[in-house]
């Protein structure tokens, strides 16, 4: 009986002395914080500026009648697609003969008339060489020299020379224009308007049909002077349309040399193939990168931590948080530039690091 006593009591030291010991081990881990932390390598930096754009027609053609006339038919309207040489409309040809037969008369009465004046003038030019002779030996006065002189010039000649040229032009378009009745597309693309109805009068203050090239268009944004020393031609800038489900990137094309004087922006342009989904007028979103550091060293920004006197971010050195003062650089939101301080290889905690100090015991439970 004493035996078995004695064995249950060594039995029950065992048991305790196992679990005090666990005990002390479960102590032991809670003594550790947890943490993440990332190694540090270079990285390309940069801001990412979010400009709103607005999409325009690469090509805008306002498409008129070589002279002004009456609209006898129309075979487009808006939204069409339409091919370079297709009929758009067709003028009135009894109305542009009418125009024709009027700037032939015009025509002819000016030749008729610069015909007159030239003998007149001829005629004029006899008289002075005359009139000159007389003057010179004082049989006529200064002002009668100078009247005939006056009568000889060859000013109202060239005036009635001008009017024949002008004549000539007037009556070679009405011609032209009877023979181009029907006025073809000069580009291939999409009818954006039509201003005019059958019977109406076509003139050049009111073109009858506009035309956009649809195979590509400009988005146009601003920019202050804070950045535009940043941002040249050849970028590379992303572009989202969302009501045209498009998101792509695309080449900065051009980057005005002065600023608007009624918005004080720099107007960028970039121009994109259009597959016929994006349409002049719609909104655009573009992301556009500025302050590009290459290859720099950074960390995430919620791991510095700053007081009044400095910034420092705490490593990972085995089992243990070390301190570590740094100097920092751009801050992009995300990342921010480590200048000095820390090299590449380091262990940084990024998350964790509001509970611990210098020497904290820690343990990385994920991270590089």
Same mark, same amino acid.
């Given at each position: 009986?004493? *035996?078995?006593?004695?064995?249950?009591?060594?039995? &029950? +030291?065992?048991? !305790?002395?196992?679990?005090?010991?666990?005990?002390?081990?479960?102590?032991?881990?809670?003594?550790?914080?947890?943490?993440?932390?990332?190694?540090?390598?270079?990285?390309?930096?940069?801001?990412?500026?979010?400009?709103? $754009?607005?999409?325009?027609?690469?090509?805008?053609? +306002?498409?008129?009648?070589?002279?002004?006339?009456?609209?006898?038919?129309?075979?487009?309207?808006?939204?069409?697609?339409?091919?370079?040489?297709?009929?758009?409309?067709?003028?009135?040809?009894?109305?542009?003969?009418?125009?024709?037969?009027?700037?032939?008369?015009?025509?002819?009465?000016?030749? $008729?008339?610069?015909?007159? /004046?030239?003998?007149?003038?001829?005629?004029?030019?006899?008289? +002075?060489?005359?009139?000159?002779?007389?003057?010179?030996?004082?049989? %006529?006065?200064?002002?009668?020299?100078?009247?005939?002189?006056?009568?000889?010039?060859?000013?109202?000649?060239?005036?009635?020379?001008?009017? %024949?040229?002008?004549?000539?032009?007037?009556?070679?378009? &009405?011609?032209?224009?009877?023979?181009?009745?029907?006025?073809?597309?000069?580009?291939?693309?999409?009818?954006?308007?039509?201003?005019?109805?059958?019977?109406?009068?076509?003139?050049?203050?009111?073109?009858?049909?506009?035309? #956009?090239?649809?195979? @590509?268009?400009?988005?146009?944004?601003?920019?202050? &002077? @804070?950045?535009?020393?940043? %941002?040249?031609?050849?970028?590379?800038?992303?572009?989202?349309?969302?009501?045209?489900?498009?998101?792509?990137?695309? %080449?900065?094309?051009?980057?005005?040399?002065? &600023?608007?004087?009624?918005?004080?922006?720099? !107007?960028?342009?970039?121009?994109?193939? /259009?597959?016929?989904?994006?349409?002049?007028?719609?909104?655009? *979103?573009?992301?556009?990168?500025?302050?590009? !550091?290459?290859?720099?060293?950074? #960390?995430?920004?919620?791991?510095?931590?700053?007081?009044?006197? *400095?910034? +420092?971010?705490?490593?990972?050195?085995?089992?243990?948080?070390?301190?570590?003062?740094?100097?920092?650089?751009?801050? !992009?939101?995300?990342?921010?530039?480590?200048?000095?301080?820390?090299?590449?290889?380091?262990?940084?905690?990024?998350?964790?690091?509001?509970?611990?100090?210098?020497?904290?015991?820690?343990?990385?439970?994920?991270?590089?």
């Amino acid at each position: 009986m004493k *035996k078995i006593l004695t064995l249950l009591l060594v039995t &029950a +030291f065992i048991l !305790t002395g196992c679990g005090a010991s666990q005990e002390a081990n479960t102590d032991e881990e809670e003594a550790y914080t947890a943490v993440e932390a990332e190694t540090l390598k270079p990285m390309d930096l940069y801001t990412e500026n979010l400009m709103t $754009a607005k999409v325009f027609a690469d090509k805008d053609v +306002f498409v008129i009648p070589l002279m002004a006339g009456k609209v006898e038919k129309i075979n487009v309207k808006v939204g069409d697609k339409v091919k370079k040489d297709d009929v758009l409309f067709v003028m009135d040809k009894n109305d542009i003969e009418k125009q024709v037969n009027q700037a032939y008369t015009a025509y002819e009465a000016a030749k $008729a008339g610069f015909e007159v /004046n030239e003998t007149q003038i001829q005629s004029a030019k006899d008289n +002075f060489e005359r009139v000159k002779k007389l003057y010179e030996e004082g049989a %006529v006065t200064e002002t009668q020299y100078e009247q005939a002189k006056l009568a000889a010039s060859d000013e109202s000649l060239e005036a009635a020379r001008m009017g %024949v040229e002008q004549a000539r032009v007037a009556y070679s378009n &009405a011609v032209s224009m009877l023979e181009n009745a029907e006025v073809k597309a000069p580009i291939s693309g999409v009818v954006s308007s039509v201003n005019i109805v059958e019977g109406e009068y076509a003139t050049s203050s009111n073109p009858p049909v506009t035309i #956009v090239d649809s195979d @590509s268009i400009t988005v146009e944004f601003g920019i202050s &002077a @804070s950045i535009v020393n940043q %941002v040249k031609m050849g970028d590379v800038a992303e572009v989202e349309i969302s009501s045209a489900d498009f998101k792509k990137e695309a %080449v900065i094309n051009s980057v005005s040399s002065s &600023a608007d004087i009624m918005t004080n922006l720099y !107007t960028v342009s970039i121009v994109l193939e /259009n597959d016929g989904t994006i349409k002049p007028g719609m909104f655009a *979103k573009v992301y556009l990168k500025t302050d590009k !550091t290459d290859n720099a060293l950074a #960390v995430r920004t919620e791991a510095v931590k700053e007081t009044e006197d *400095k910034k +420092f971010v705490f490593t990972a050195e085995g089992d243990k948080a070390v301190e570590k003062e740094v100097s920092t650089g751009l801050d !992009t939101g995300a990342y921010i530039e480590i200048k000095s301080g820390l090299s590449e290889g380091d262990k940084v905690i990024v998350k964790g690091q509001d509970y611990i100090s210098d020497g904290s015991k820690i343990k990385v439970v994920r991270g590089e």
